[in-house]
């Protein structure tokens, strides 16, 4: 066994299954610049200008956002950047230097703005060594754009991505291409990377530490995405258990499809609605396949992440639309962009703290524009009356009630544009921030619907960055604190008369569900992947029983008693009934 | 062929916004146009040319207009410098 276990490394099983493919290494701005040599000029120059414009479109998505936040005198360094895009000196030296040289036009670049910064690096001004940053971050925009180009046409086969982080627009840049699996050195459960695998059903391995390190380009990986290992050049006895394993999995995915049409009901008959959440448009088959009643979360930044700039009314409705009819007649709940601070602003304007920055509903508040196009394409898209939209990060009623006041705007205007929607369109609101919790009854009486987000819930009331892996430990979803919470969430939610839901992962945790059902939740949204595990659970248990363990649970002072105690409950009652499968 | 020599007066100096509004007011005539500080000879049509001029309050600058509309290039950009850059 001692010599098996030098080529398994450990890390976190973000994503379950199973996957079995060579190593691609995804190195980004780390890696190097070489200056290779290239034969296509053409080639070349085309790959320049589609940098160059795509770096231009990125620009203006950013600015758009940000203008009236920026000041003036940031917004004219945007501006100016935008023209250095369009500089006509500098863009043709760079064709002339591709043509004449012969080098690949990443190096080219890199090469050719360096000058301009450690011309700014001489003088002693200190506003000229800030200059040189914006320079700088241009200058690495055009050849990350560059490179973006390059590994899409790289990856031909099938590959398991080894990375240090997956960003949100690398997942969207390698969902397109074949990626069986996720490897990284970063991230906890709740990183994006783990979001998005879980959703698109594709095994990750995350917080390997150095994984991306001790991986070499091509080197054949087996990934375990149920107990978080990953096997470098695994020997004959190892491949040949987990390709034992891989056919049981298939075996038992046939079993968990036939659970397809039956309800999500316990023994005792109470059913459960189980939604999915929506990330890419990609998910909606998998979605009906496995059964969802419908649509608990759509995350729309997360839909539009790959278009370079923010989409119009039109192309948002369209793809509403398309979400809104293959899903008829089951209800999708779109969530508003929640776009945080960190991924809209630029680097050297980051706020030092983006989870308590300007974020959710702040911004959409902020930026009418941008908010009433995106209330007009969803209602626009209402007219089948199977749409609800959802606000994020609600923190205070007068944000409900300057929401709404806007809704009925977009309304008074499709009106009058003749447009047909839905008039009675459900609104609701992300619980996700302990001041909606604590008024949650004041803010049910308000609103059609209330979905528990829990993963910035839990971040919020423990004060723990589920990102920063020194703490993240402590980041627990049966904290005392977390259970009380969702209880006063749940119970006051009923008294209001308001349905009530939960979208966030801790409803996709196996251990977990069972204290939901129990404390009352009547529906779950989750990943289209993990619906058919969570029903059958549901359907082998009693509401009765699931009352008096919830009853137990918020008795308990510890996370560690509840933890205890769920995790007995699930090896009693469920541990045979799913065996193999988790 | 213009020379002419202009003097920075603005508290700012050519920062970020006055260098992008030279770049945009060289680029609507045909002249050549440079700037020229402590040797550096900068082309005024290029704004990552412009933006590595580290120009504060009262240093000099040589303009210099080529081309068949350098006069009126030339009084126009003159006179942004001469308003200290409207600021």
């Given at each position: 066994?001692?010599?098996?276990?030098?080529?398994?490394?450990?890390?976190?099983?973000?994503?379950?299954?199973?996957?079995?493919?060579?190593?691609?290494?995804?190195?980004?701005?780390?890696?190097?610049?070489?200056?290779?040599?290239?034969?296509?000029?053409?080639?070349?120059?085309?790959?320049?200008?589609?940098?160059?414009?795509?770096?231009?479109?990125?620009?203006?998505?950013?600015?758009?956002?940000?203008?009236?936040?920026?000041?003036?005198?940031?917004?004219?360094?945007?501006?100016?950047?935008?023209?250095?895009?369009?500089?006509?000196?500098?863009?043709?030296?760079?064709?002339?230097?591709?043509?004449?040289?012969?080098?690949?036009?990443?190096?080219?670049?890199?090469?050719?703005?360096?000058?301009?910064?450690?011309?700014?690096?001489?003088?002693?001004?200190?506003?000229?060594?800030?200059?040189?940053?914006?320079?700088?971050?241009?200058?690495?925009?055009?050849?990350?754009?560059?490179?973006?180009?390059?590994?899409?046409?790289?990856?031909?086969?099938?590959?398991?991505?080894?990375?240090?982080?997956?960003?949100?627009?690398?997942?969207?840049?390698?969902?397109?291409?074949?990626?069986?699996?996720?490897?990284?050195?970063?991230?906890?459960?709740?990183?994006?990377?783990?979001?998005?695998?879980?959703?698109?059903?594709?095994?990750?391995?995350?917080?390997?530490?150095?994984?991306?390190?001790?991986?070499?380009?091509?080197?054949?990986?087996?990934?375990?995405?149920?107990?978080?290992?990953?096997?470098?050049?695994?020997?004959?006895?190892?491949?040949?258990?987990?390709?034992?394993?891989?056919?049981?999995?298939?075996?038992?995915?046939?079993?968990?499809?036939?659970?397809?049409?039956?309800?999500?009901?316990?023994?005792?008959?109470?059913?459960i609605?189980?939604?999915?959440?929506?990330?890419?448009?990609?998910?909606?088959?998998?979605?009906?396949?496995?059964?969802?009643?419908?649509?608990?979360?759509?995350?729309?930044?997360?839909?539009?992440?790959?278009?370079?700039?923010?989409?119009?009314?039109?192309?948002?409705?369209?793809?509403?639309?398309?979400?809104?009819?293959?899903?008829?007649?089951?209800?999708?709940?779109?969530?508003?962009?929640?776009?945080?601070?960190?991924?809209?602003?630029?680097?050297?304007?980051?706020?030092?703290?983006?989870?308590?920055?300007?974020?959710?509903?702040?911004?959409?508040?902020?930026?009418?524009?941008?908010?009433?196009?995106?209330?007009?394409?969803?209602?626009?898209?209402?007219?089948?009356?199977?749409?609800?939209?959802?606000?994020?990060?609600?923190?205070?009623?007068?944000?409900?009630?300057?929401?709404?006041?806007?809704?009925?705007?977009?309304?008074?205007?499709?009106?009058?544009?003749?447009?047909?929607?839905?008039?009675?369109?459900?609104?609701?609101?992300?619980?996700?921030?302990?001041?909606?919790?604590?008024?949650?009854?004041?803010?049910?009486?308000?609103?059609?619907?209330?979905?528990i987000?829990?993963?910035?819930?839990?971040?919020?009331?423990?004060?723990?960055?589920?990102?920063?892996?020194?703490?993240?430990?402590?980041?627990?979803?049966?904290?005392?604190?977390v259970v009380r919470t969702l209880h006063h969430i749940i119970s006051?939610s009923k008294?209001?008369?308001?349905?009530v839901?939960m979208?966030?992962?801790m409803a996709?945790?196996?251990?977990a569900v069972p204290l939901l059902v129990g404390l009352g939740l009547d529906?779950l949204?989750?990943?289209?992947?993990?619906?058919?595990?969570?029903?059958?659970?549901?359907?082998?248990?009693?509401y009765?029983?699931l009352q008096s363990l919830a009853t137990e649970c918020l008795?308990?002072?510890?996370?560690?008693?509840?933890?205890?105690?769920?995790?007995?409950?699930?090896?009693?009652?469920?541990?045979?009934?799913?065996?193999?499968?988790? | 062929?213009?020379?002419?020599?202009?003097?920075?007066?603005?508290?700012?100096?050519?920062?970020?916004?006055?260098?992008?509004?030279?770049?945009?007011?060289?680029?609507?005539?045909?002249?050549?146009?440079?700037?020229?500080?402590?040797?550096?000879?900068?082309?005024?049509?290029?704004?990552?040319?412009?933006?590595?001029?580290?120009?504060?309050?009262?240093?000099?600058?040589?303009?210099?207009?080529?081309?068949?509309?350098?006069?009126?290039?030339?009084?126009?950009?003159?006179?942004?410098?001469?308003?200290?850059?409207?600021?």
């Amino acid at each position: 066994m001692k010599s098996e276990s030098e080529n398994i490394l450990k890390g976190i099983g973000a994503a379950p299954g199973i996957a079995i493919s060579q190593a691609f290494i995804y190195k980004k701005e780390k890696e190097e610049i070489t200056n290779e040599s290239i034969t296509d000029i053409d080639e070349a120059l085309e790959n320049l200008d589609v940098a160059l414009e795509k770096s231009k479109k990125e620009l203006r998505k950013i600015f758009s956002l940000a203008v009236d936040k920026l000041g003036e005198k940031r917004a004219a360094i945007f501006d100016a950047q935008i023209m250095i895009l369009d500089d006509p000196i500098l863009v043709s030296t760079l064709q002339n230097r591709i043509k004449n040289e012969m080098r690949i036009p990443e190096y080219i670049v890199n090469d050719e703005i360096s000058k301009y910064t450690d011309l700014m690096n001489l003088s002693h001004e200190p506003y000229m060594k800030e200059r040189s940053h914006d320079i700088e971050d241009i200058k690495n925009r055009i050849v990350r754009n560059l490179k973006k180009k390059k590994w899409k046409s790289k990856i031909t086969s099938d590959v398991v991505v080894v990375t240090s982080t997956v960003s949100p627009s690398d997942t969207v840049l390698f969902s397109r291409v074949n990626v069986k699996g996720y490897v990284t050195d970063f991230g906890g459960l709740t990183s994006h990377a783990a979001i998005v695998a879980r959703s698109l059903n594709i095994p990750a391995v995350v917080g390997l530490h150095d994984a991306s390190n001790r991986i070499k380009e091509g080197d054949l990986l087996i990934i375990d995405g149920f107990k978080g290992e990953v096997f470098v050049n695994p020997d004959e006895k190892q491949l040949h258990y987990y390709q034992k394993k891989i056919s049981q999995l298939q075996k038992q995915d046939t079993e968990l499809n036939k659970l397809r049409e039956l309800p999500a009901k316990t023994l005792d008959g109470k059913e459960i609605q189980l939604f999915a959440n929506l990330e890419l448009i990609d998910e909606i088959e998998l979605i009906t396949r496995n059964g969802a009643k419908g649509i608990g979360l759509v995350r729309t930044e997360q839909l539009f992440e790959e278009y370079e700039a923010f989409p119009d009314e039109e192309e948002q409705y369209k793809v509403y639309k398309t979400i809104a009819e293959r899903i008829y007649p089951e209800t999708v709940i779109i969530r508003t962009f929640d776009i945080g601070g960190d991924k809209v602003l630029p680097v050297d304007l980051k706020e030092p703290n983006p989870f308590l920055g300007w974020r959710g509903i702040r911004l959409l508040l902020d930026s009418p524009q941008l908010f009433k196009s995106q209330i007009r394409a969803i209602l626009r898209a209402s007219s089948h009356k199977n749409l609800k939209l959802m606000l994020p990060m609600i923190t205070s009623i007068s944000e409900i009630k300057k929401s709404k006041e806007i809704i009925n705007e977009c309304k008074e205007e499709l009106k009058k544009e003749d447009f047909a929607f839905d008039k009675h369109m459900g609104v609701g609101i992300m619980v996700e921030v302990p001041s909606a919790a604590v008024l949650i009854r004041d803010f049910a009486e308000e609103v059609d619907f209330v979905s528990i987000g829990t993963n910035d819930l839990i971040q919020y009331i423990l004060a723990v960055d589920r990102g920063n892996e020194i703490v993240s430990s402590l980041y627990q979803e049966f904290h005392p604190a977390v259970v009380r919470t969702l209880h006063h969430i749940i119970s006051e939610s009923k008294n209001a008369g308001t349905m009530v839901s939960m979208c966030g992962e801790m409803a996709a945790d196996p251990f977990a569900v069972p204290l939901l059902v129990g404390l009352g939740l009547d529906s779950l949204s989750v990943s289209a992947s993990a619906i058919p595990l969570i029903k059958k659970i549901i359907r082998n248990l009693t509401y009765k029983e699931l009352q008096s363990l919830a009853t137990e649970c918020l008795a308990f002072k510890t996370e560690k008693e509840i933890n205890n105690r769920m995790r007995r409950f699930f090896n009693e009652k469920e541990k045979d009934h799913i065996k193999n499968l988790y | 062929m213009i020379e002419r020599k202009v003097k920075i007066i603005n508290n700012a100096g050519l920062h970020t916004r006055p260098a992008a509004n030279i770049v945009k007011l060289a680029s609507k005539y045909k002249c050549e146009f440079s700037l020229i500080k402590d040797g550096l000879n900068i082309n005024g049509k290029s704004i990552i040319g412009v933006m590595t001029l580290a120009a504060e309050k009262g240093s000099e600058i040589t303009l210099v207009f080529d081309g068949i509309d350098e006069e009126l290039a030339a009084s126009e950009i003159v006179d942004y410098f001469n308003r200290g850059f409207d600021e």
